[in-house]
């Protein structure tokens, strides 16, 4: 317990607290990590479903064994609610304990907790853009629910491709697709250079369910570190990241979250 201790005094203290999350915060809400064990990654084969060129061609090519895995992928995203983690974030940034939230997450649940700035690295599945115009659109749960609740009940390349037609199809006569980051994309230039704007302005920057595995996303904690920020890590996992923390917990996001933020409020 004295370290939730240490961690709330440190940040009481801070001017600049900046908060980076992975896959991990949002396992508890039920959304399994990519890699590791239990992993998305086992069970479907990310050279296929993770890079932007092949996923199209199996859609094309074999749309049913797509729409399987794109059907789970979907599914467990938008039925996920945040945790205690998401929410205690949002009401330490209302609070102005924390200034923002920089996320390799792409399931929107630092914004339904209520958490204003974040910066997403890898996209955001709610939100897809044409390929010919680049016109963006917000999609919500419900609009998801039903395209993926009609996809599923589909069968034959046929019935499935005009699914994916009759709700991705843009005015301009080009087609959709999530702003999320397939494998061997670039992120977004913008999101990422904010990112390193506010990594090296913190003076505390805290690491929260990510192990430090993804580049350039990875960069960030160290770029704190060279700028003088003290680190905070919560993972209960392995961590390549731990040799570089000041403080490092192996605790789930929630029940951490959920003691940093009494003691904070307790004064």
């Known amino acids: 317990m004295e370290e939730f201790y240490k961690i ?12 980076l999350t992975g896959a991990g915060i949002s396992v508890e809400s039920g959304i399994p990590p990519f890699r590791g064990s239990g992993g998305l990654w086992e069970k479907y084969r990310p050279e296929i479903y993770a890079t932007f060129p092949t996923a199209i061609f199996t859609f094309l090519l074999k749309p049913e064994k797509f729409v399987k895995f794109a059907v789970e992928f979907t599914q467990t995203i938008i039925n996920a609610e945040p945790n205690y983690a998401h929410i205690a974030l949002a009401e330490m940034e ?3 304990f924390i ?6 997450n792409i399931d929107n649940l630092h914004q339904q907790a209520g958490s204003k700035n974040v910066i997403e690295l890898h996209g955001n ?20 629910r039903n395209f993926i609740g009609e996809l599923s009940e589909k069968r034959g390349r046929r019935e499935i491709l ?61 770029m704190a570190r060279d700028n003088g920020a003290f680190i905070i890590e919560i993972n209960p996992g392995e961590s390549n990241l731990r040799r570089i923390s000041d403080i490092s917990v192996m605790e789930k996001a929630a029940v951490s979250m959920e003691k940093i933020w009494k003691i904070i409020q307790s004064g």
Do not use: H
């Open 125 to 144: 599945l709610y939100r897809w853009f044409c390929l010919k115009c680049g016109r963006e659109k917000v999609f919500n749960k419900e609009e998801l």
């Open 162 to 222: 005009r699914i994916y037609r009759k709700f991705f199809s843009c005015g301009c006569g080009g087609r959709l697709r999530p702003s999320i980051v397939f494998f061997g994309e670039s992120l977004p230039y913008e999101n990422f250079k904010n990112a390193e704007k506010e990594a090296k302005r913190a003076d505390v920057f805290m690491l929260i369910g990510t192990s430090g595995m993804v580049n350039p996303a990875a960069e960030l904690p160290y």
């Open 94 to 96: 209302r609070e102005g």
């Open 8 to 19: 709330a005094d440190v940040i009481k203290k801070s001017r600049y607290t900046v908060v």
């Open 99 to 104: 200034k923002s939230v920089i996320t390799q």
